[in-house]
């Protein structure tokens, strides 16, 4: 097979007319000639950090639309789906992985629960690691997550990133707002990645200390624009990445977006395609042609190298463009909650004098922590998270959130990072229960609701993911959207928002099925 263009060679940094000869998947010639067509050939795109499960979709469906973005290979990790159903869980993700002609590379989760703060559907101990990191499709330790435990030499956090170093693979972390002597330790027990920097400075330092700093754009983390600046003076150094992005913005692009964004910031071309392909190819080995003789036949084929809309996208020498929907091949879950009452969410507001309050601060992940008067207590919302893994009473965590100011209706979710309890708050105790309930019965997904309409999309995966097609989900995250907006709730993206209440590793303050949790001090609020 003869592919002709205008081919773009990241590694010599050139641009010239010319044709690549393609034979069994591989690139056996590139000669230089006029041709006809001014359309670009350059390599695929890589997300160098990403949970598929946030997409709301399995992965055979996310692949077939980040595909059509231009994305080839992704590095995932599959801790969402791991902290409901553990080993089997991700089994479940490589199962489908394998159906998928996207390199999806697979990192291995390391904080199953994600701190001993936690409470979680599985465990992965350092055992369970060592063995995940020996299968041929893991390419990483994936993000970890307890730096406390790290910098304060927790042996089951060390054992685990011992395990990498031994099979060769590389640690990402996640360290957010954190300098100095500790992110130094942090550094120095071998993690070599981080996708948390919220700054120039704080991106520059952990450069500086030998780390790759991963530009983070998803769906609501969205780094790129305190983070860009880096590209003029490290570009070595860095990776785009989605982390967390939902379906109905995977629809309208993905990493082509964040490198579109690049150039059109007048940053070089070669230093965006590097950052978008080569760093985190040479970084994680991922198995992806970078368009030279002798590699997989991986490319993308566009008619811009500012929008970066591909038009036809090849893997190992086949056009997977159009690639037609499958469903995922079986179900699987975790989901022993029956049922719930008034009495099991109440709380007696007029014995207290203050409240520690979740300030949420729209489009970042991190929180404020506020303390309340009682005058001030009508300006607050409840917000409980329900443990769906036990048999009989479960745990129930009640605190109170600013922020989402729901009027006369309830949201109630299991996306809720990463223990993905049952996670809700509303305007009132009624309306909340009401939310709880049909979440109940659905088995995992989300649910807004007033006294008059219910909306909802179910996740008979891992309470994680839909069993139908990006278009499909996309349309019922709109009308979640849509009703939320109904219930006047302000944030730009509010499941997402209530999703990241639960993840105890950035800060300020959080909540758990065991209660209110200080980040910055690493403990419960008595």
């Known amino acids: 097979m003869r592919v002709e263009g205008q081919i773009v060679d990241i590694i010599a940094k050139e641009i010239y007319s010319g044709s690549l000869e393609i034979e069994n998947g591989k690139i056996t010639a590139i000669n230089r000639h006029e041709t006809d067509t001014q359309s670009y050939i350059l390599p695929g795109f890589v997300d160098s950090h990403n949970h598929i499960e946030s997409s ?26 791991a902290n409901v159903c553990g080993r089997e869980g991700i089994q479940f993700m490589m199962e489908e992985a394998d159906k998928s002609p996207m390199k999806i590379c697979f990192a291995v989760p390391s904080c199953v629960p994600a701190t001993p703060f936690c409470t979680a559907g599985a465990i992965l101990d350092s055992k369970d690691v060592a063995e995940l990191l020996d299968d041929p499709r893991t390419y990483a330790l994936a993000e970890m997550m307890d730096f406390p435990g790290i910098i304060n030499h927790d042996s089951e956090c060390l054992a685990k990133v011992e395990a990498a170093h031994k099979v060769g693979k590389p640690v990402d972390g996640h360290i957010p707002m954190v300098g100095g002597t500790d992110l130094q330790k942090y550094v120095a027990a071998g993690i070599t990645t981080d996708h948390e920097a919220s700054n120039y400075d704080e991106g520059r330092e952990k450069i500086e200390l030998g ?11 969205r780094n790129f624009n305190a983070l860009h600046s880096l590209i003029t003076c490290y570009a070595d150094n860095l990776m785009f990445c989605t982390d967390d992005m939902k379906a109905m913005d995977l629809q309208h692009g993905h990493i082509n977006k964040i490198v579109s964004r690049a150039v059109k910031e007048g940053h070089d071309l070669f230093d965006v395609l590097q950052i978008a392909t080569y760093n985190p190819v040479q970084h994680y080995k991922i198995p992806m042609g970078l368009l030279q003789v002798g590699d997989a036949a991986d490319f993308i084929i566009c008619d811009s190298l500012t929008e970066f809309e591909p038009k036809a996208t090849y893997v190992n020498g086949e056009n997977v463009f159009n690639l037609p929907y499958e469903k995922a091949s079986k179900h699987l879950n975790n989901f022993k909650l029956k049922e719930i009452s008034l009495e099991d969410i109440a709380d007696n507001l007029s014995e207290k004098e203050e409240l520690n309050v979740i300030q949420v601060v729209d489009g970042e992940l991190i929180t404020i922590h506020r303390i309340f008067n009682k005058k001030d207590f009508n ?17 129930i965590g009640i605190g109170y959130i600013k922020g989402f100011d729901l009027h006369e209706g309830a949201i109630a979710q299991t996306i809720a990072h990463d223990s993905h309890h049952i996670i809700a708050t509303g305007s009132d105790d009624k309306m909340i229960l009401k939310a709880i309930q049909e979440l109940i019965t659905i088995k995992g997904g989300i649910v807004v609701t007033d006294e008059k309409k219910t909306t909802e999309l179910a996740f008979p995966i891992g309470g994680l993911m839909a069993n139908d097609t990006c278009e499909h989900v996309a349309a019922g995250q709109r009308a979640l959207m849509e009703h939320l907006r109904r219930l006047k709730c302000p944030l730009s993206s509010p499941i997402v928002a209530l999703a990241f209440m639960q993840l105890v590793v950035i800060p300020e303050i959080k909540i758990t099925d065991k209660g209110l949790f200080d980040v910055k001090k690493f403990d419960f609020i008595q």
Do not use: W
Request: charged share 25%; aromatic share 4%.
């Open 56 to 81: 709301m979709l399995p992965p055979r469906e996310f692949a077939r639309i980040a595909l059509k973005q231009g994305t080839i290979a992704i590095v995932t990790d599959p801790h969402e789906i």
């Open 211 to 221: 780390m790759k700093v991963l530009i983070r754009e998803g769906s609501t983390a």
């Open 379 to 395: 300006k607050v919302q409840k917000v409980v998270v329900i443990n769906r893994y036990q048999e009989g009473k479960p745990n």
